[in-house]
């Protein structure tokens, strides 16, 4: 498995090619939009510009990861933020962004992406009305953890 640096720079060198990459997100960022293991497919950016609300890719300058979180504010600069989120991930230029989420395939099945970009699921992520799921979703794990213990 690869993973890290390594994997954003096979990832950027796909999309450069104007290919899609498809591959497992991790983390909980997203939620409840994007959830662990959830398989997204990126594309390049082409002839389109990315537009607020998109689900962008961008490799972070301090870890070399690929993170993939959701376009919130645009004007010269793009700020990005993960749905569930507290805080944005600052502000990136437009060489920064790698590419957008096309599809995202949960359990075998395709969820449409205009059900994950809309104006309301902008402003819910915009107010940090997400971050409740993200705490919600720690907190059943950690009582199925319990309760498997206890048995």
Not at 49 to 76: F, M, Q, W, Y
Not at 98 to 117: A, C, D, K, L, Q
């Amino acid at each position: 498995m690869i993973s890290g640096p390594d994997f954003a720079i096979i990832v950027k060198t796909i999309l450069e090619k104007g290919k899609t990459a498809k591959f497992k997100a991790t983390g909980n960022s997203m939620l409840p939009n994007i959830i662990n293991n959830d398989v997204v497919s990126l594309c390049p950016y082409r002839k389109k510009e990315p537009e607020i609300g998109d689900i962008v890719a961008l490799k972070d300058k301090a870890t070399g990861r690929i993170i993939i979180h959701r376009l919130i504010k645009k004007s010269n600069l793009f700020f990005i933020k993960g749905d569930s989120a507290i805080r944005g991930d600052g502000l990136f230029s437009r060489e920064d962004i790698i590419g957008f989420v096309s599809e995202i395939e949960r359990n075998r099945r395709t969820i449409p992406i205009n059900m994950v970009v809309s104006d309301k699921i902008i402003l819910m992520s915009r107010l940090r009305l997400f971050f409740g799921v993200k705490i919600f979703r720690g907190l059943q794990k950690k009582i199925r953890k319990l309760v498997l213990k206890l048995r």
